[in-house]
């Protein structure tokens, strides 16, 4: 097994053993990168060359007898994480240029455990998008078949775990945007509880939905980052202050006895037969580890793309509000005084897509309308809440697909935004909820791409869905099956 093939877990022990340097370590995975990225272009920055410093001074520390969980592997984050001294764009012409003065508190908890960045990685402009095509740095292709999406927004972070140039990643999931792109890469993706992870320092979407999670090869080194990045920051009043749980501990525990909840409403005819399949496979296993299979039904679930949709944009029109050419990145040239300029450098600056959730969000909120749209998905979003704790209350967690299709291709579903929002169909709800979910491959379809599956759980319920995910993995082989590349 090559070295960046292996596991967070792995490379743990062998960086402690002195087995193998966080030096030789980090140069595997940058020659892999210039081997696989002209393809896959998971990356927008590399930053090589603070890499094998880092990966230096990571190898010192160890001599010196201090290694801590993440001392001297190499990661990389989404492009959406501030990083002081290395550029930080959001995968937008606005921000090319922008280089944050501070860390996000994510990053910040990854270096204090002696993390190396390999770089930042592409995604769809501010992560609004299922497909990464909506990145001014170009599309990522998925390294199971180029022709195909990796899914979106953190499609450079899934790629760049199914590519193996990184050991782990980072994602955000304001409305599947972790869980999806790793279902469609075959990698593992949890989108903790609102409020579990600090979103300081991380580039605003829509600020009441979105979440920090891990992306990585497999469930225990989710459950390990996941540890790392959670708890209460005071720079973020909406991270929770209460106790990480040790999740790596959770992972042992069988599931004898525990009540899996089947949601009707996910399990609809147009799912593709192969996703079908692998559910019902999945489900198979988890019987036969001693799960108890019950119906549960989640009557709002019609609602939640229409619902998410107005409440994304309207936080998005508000959040992206800063970007005036004046602070922040792209500054137009040649205008015509400051509401010139203002129009000009968000004209030049801002894709389609973000103009065009700008305006629906815009008009959202606007006078005479608020009532009628905002209001009215606010109220919504209480029922599509109360859907879920009344399931929480018959199983104790519930099984759904991640997505209603394998990766569709690059351009496919381009023409028509509304295809394309449908296709978050069993991921929007979970975000609506501020429950958790994690996304865990369970298949490969006909066509030789990989098939995901999540699991929900109760809010701060972390544990149960990775301790759930973690006797799958070790009773079926999906995630060792890589792409080939
Ligand atoms: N695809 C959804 C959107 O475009 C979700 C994106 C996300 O989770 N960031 O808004």
């Not at 966080?22 to 927008?44: G, K, Q, W, Y």
């Not at 410093?53 to 001297?72: F, N, P, V």
């Not at 760049?160 to 990643?169: K, L, N, R, Y």
């Not at 991380?202 to 090869?217: E, F, N």
């Amino acid at each position: 097994m090559e070295l960046y093939e292996k596991t967070i877990n792995e490379l743990h022990l062998m960086l402690k053993s002195r087995q193998v340097s966080s030096t030789e370590l980090t140069r595997a995975m940058l020659s892999r990168i210039e081997a696989t990225d002209p393809d896959v272009n998971a990356f927008i920055t590399v930053t090589a060359e603070q890499a094998l410093k880092d990966a230096e001074m990571a190898d010192q520390s160890i001599s010196r007898g201090d290694c801590k969980l993440l001392t001297g592997i190499p990661v990389a984050l989404k492009d959406i994480f501030l990083t002081a001294g290395v550029r930080t764009t959001c995968a937008s012409r606005i921000l090319h240029n922008f280089v944050a003065p501070y860390d996000s508190t994510a990053w910040a908890r990854m270096k204090e455990q002696g993390a190396v960045l390999l770089g930042k990685l592409n995604q769809d402009e501010f992560a609004m998008g299922s497909s990464c095509e909506n990145s001014a740095f170009g599309v990522t292709r998925n390294p199971w078949n180029f022709s195909h999406i990796p899914g979106g927004s953190s499609g450079g972070s899934a790629a760049a775990i199914a590519a193996q140039q990184a050991v782990a990643t980072l994602g955000t999931d304001t409305g599947g945007s972790i869980r999806q792109p790793a279902s469609h890469c075959g990698c593992v993706g949890l989108k903790p509880t609102y409020g579990r992870v600090s979103r300081y320092g991380v580039i605003a979407y829509a600020s009441s939905l979105d979440q920090v999670g891990p992306i990585t090869r497999d469930v225990t080194d989710s459950a390990l980052l996941l540890g790392v990045i959670a708890g209460y920051d005071t720079k973020d009043s909406t991270s929770v202050d209460m106790p990480v749980p040790d999740y790596a501990l959770a992972l042992g525990r069988d599931i004898k006895g525990m009540k899996i909840g089947l949601p009707r409403e996910y399990f609809i005819e147009g799912l593709d037969p192969d996703v079908q399949k692998a559910m019902d496979q999945a489900i198979a296993t988890f019987r036969s580890l001693g799960a108890e299979i019950v119906d549960v039904s989640l009557p709002h679930t019609d609602y939640a793309v229409a619902t998410y949709y107005l409440i994304a944009t309207a936080e998005a029109s508000s959040n992206l509000a800063r970007y005036d050419g004046i602070r922040f990145g792209h500054r137009a040239e040649n205008a015509d005084g400051l509401i010139d300029l203002m129009f000009k450098s968000r004209e030049e600056g801002f894709g389609t897509e973000v103009k065009r959730r700008i305006m629906l969000g815009t008009y959202a909120l606007s006078s005479g309308y608020y009532d009628a749209y905002y209001l009215k998905a606010q109220k919504v979003r209480t029922l599509i809440r109360q859907d879920f704790m009344d399931a929480f209350s018959k199983a104790d967690i519930l099984l759904t697909p991640v997505a209603p299709t394998p990766a569709f291709r690059i351009g496919e579903k381009t023409a028509e935004p509304l295809q394309m929002y449908l296709s978050d169909i069993f991921t929007i709800p979970v975000n609506l909820a501020g429950i958790c979910g994690i996304s865990i491959q369970a298949g490969v379809s006909s066509q030789g791409l990989p098939i995901g599956l999540q699991l929900l759980g109760r809010p701060f319920g972390e544990e149960t869905i990775l301790q759930v995910a973690a006797n799958f993995q070790k009773n079926t082989n999906w995630h060792t099956i890589k792409a080939a590349l």
